[in-house]
């Protein structure tokens, strides 16, 4: 029963000594370019576009490959 006592105020001792820093009211928060995330989000787009469609032309090729092989 001594053991557990011990135990438990040594992890409330542990977690007591956490300490948290408030955010500073007078900092300014970053500005960001709307610009620059807009064009990140063109940029992946047509990634997602090439991606998409070098899938499709596999597909279709293969089955065309296959088609050609069956017959």
């Known amino acids: ?5 011990a135990m ?3 992890s409330l001792n542990r977690t007591s000594d956490v300490v948290q820093t ?3 009211i007078g900092d300014t928060p970053v500005r960001v ?3 620059v995330l807009k064009q990140r989000i ?3 787009k047509k ?3 090439f991606k998409r469609n070098i899938i499709v032309s ?3 090729v293969s ?3 296959l088609t050609i092989l069956s017959s």
Do not use: L, R, W, Y
């Not at 029963?1 to 006592?5: K, L």
């Open 58 to 60: 596999s597909v279709c």
């Open 33 to 35: 370019n709307v610009d």
């Open 47 to 49: 990634k997602d576009k």
């Open 8 to 10: 438990s105020m040594e």
């Open 63 to 65: 089955i065309g490959v």
């Open 42 to 44: 063109i940029d992946q």
């Open 22 to 24: 408030p955010p500073q």
């Open 1 to 5: 029963m001594v053991v557990n006592c």
